[in-house]
């Protein structure tokens, strides 16, 4: 069984910044690909970036220029850094990573965006 555990959501004001974390309980060099995705209130849980090793990383065209997901193998730890946020990126955002033929989804962190 793998953990996630993701931290760095919170309150911004639209144009604000904010930086999520996901560290999971194995060496992050041992996962392929992780990502994050988010689900507003009432909406599906939606793609929002990917990293996987030896290939380019993934946007979802909503966030594409001004997110950008990067892991830090010494760390041990995957992040998002989110700049000039809208108040349509409000959701939760959650933390998935792929191992052995399974997907593990962190317990989400929670970002709101004011206008």
């Known amino acids: 069984q793998v953990q996630l555990v993701e931290s760095g959501g919170g309150l911004v004001q639209t144009g604000g910044s904010l930086r999520l974390s996901c560290a999971p309980s194995?060496?992050?060099?041992?996962?392929?690909?992780m990502g994050w995705y988010r689900q507003a209130p009432g909406k599906q849980r939606e793609l929002v970036a990917t990293?996987?090793?030896?290939?380019?990383?993934n946007y979802a065209a909503s966030v594409k220029g001004r997110f950008t997901i990067s892991r830090d193998n010494a760390k041990n730890t995957m992040y998002l850094q989110m700049n000039s946020l809208k108040p349509e990126d409000t959701a939760v955002y959650y933390c998935?990573?792929?191992?052995?033929?399974?997907?593990?989804w962190g317990q989400g962190t929670p970002v709101t965006v004011s206008s």
């Open positions: 998935n990573a792929g191992l052995r033929g399974y997907t593990y």
């Open positions: 194995v060496r992050i060099f041992s996962v392929n690909t």
């Open positions: 990293i996987t090793s030896g290939a380019p990383t």
